[in-house]
């Protein structure tokens, strides 16, 4: 069974401050890797995506991955009220697939 | 624009009444997904197709049908619905990264079903 873990939060950040969220996987054959952020009552939305060891920049974000240690981050830089939702973790394995799973999402609140 | 639409948006039906949730993609996407969220849950994918005729399992397919006739529609069906598929519903259509596009992704505005 492929497990995706995030802590659920909530995680209370200052705005300007830069807010980390973590995700774990267990399933060593995954190859691609995605951050989503879903507002309250609203569709998830794709927000990073990244394949590759290493740090993925895209403007206030940046993803990291490791997957030896089958560890994918997503920092917010910056953070601002408007940030403040559920951030899902999703990870699709193999070529051939799209077989995605997901964390159950971690909570973020950045407090003016 | 890019869209992703599903209907009906609301659904109450009764235990065993077949029900179809329709979704449709106008990007010509050749990847389309179907998610339940649950509460304490998160998002499960119930089945994905990534062509016209080709769909597979997600981790919860149990209960569920689908079918990818034409590119551009991906139905839900519940031949036989009951009080555990109550659930916010969401299709997806995706297409990957390539050498000089990115991965892009879009989900539809979910489809809230309760089922008595």
């Known amino acids: 069974q492929k497990e995706v873990e995030q802590n659920s939060g909530p995680l209370s950040v200052p705005e300007g401050a830069i807010a980390s969220l973590n995700c774990t996987y267990s399933?060593?054959?995954?190859?691609?890797f995605f951050w989503y952020r879903q507002y309250s009552g609203k569709s998830p939305e794709l927000i990073m995506f990244i394949y590759s060891n290493g740090d993925k920049e895209d403007g206030r974000f940046t993803a990291q991955l490791n997957k030896a240690s089958q560890y994918v981050s997503l920092l917010i830089r910056d953070s601002q009220p408007s940030d403040s939702a559920t951030y899902l973790c999703?990870?699709?394995?193999?070529?051939?697939?799209?077989?995605?799973?997901f964390g159950k999402g971690t909570k973020l609140s950045v407090i003016p | 624009e890019a869209q992703v639409t599903q209907n009906p948006r609301y659904l109450i039906t009764v235990t065993g009444k077949k029900l179809t949730v329709t979704c449709s993609q106008n990007?010509?996407?050749?990847?389309m997904s179907w998610y339940r969220q649950d509460p304490g849950l998160g998002l499960r994918q119930i089945y994905y197709?990534?062509?016209?005729?080709?769909?597979d399992k997600g981790d919860v397919p149990e209960g569920y049908k689908v079918s990818r006739k034409e590119k551009r529609n991906f139905p839900l069906i519940l031949e036989s619905p009951s009080p555990n598929q109550t659930s916010l519903y969401f299709c997806?259509?995706?297409?990957?990264?390539?050498?000089?596009?990115?991965?892009?992704?879009?989900f539809g505005p979910g489809t809230r079903l309760l089922v008595l």
């Open positions: 197709s990534m062509n016209v005729e080709v769909t």
């Open positions: 990007m010509n996407h050749e990847y």
């Open positions: 999703a990870v699709k394995t193999g070529a051939g697939s799209y077989q995605l799973t």
């Open positions: 399933d060593r054959g995954s190859q691609s």
């Open positions: 997806a259509s995706s297409s990957p990264a390539g050498d000089t596009e990115p991965e892009t992704q879009y």
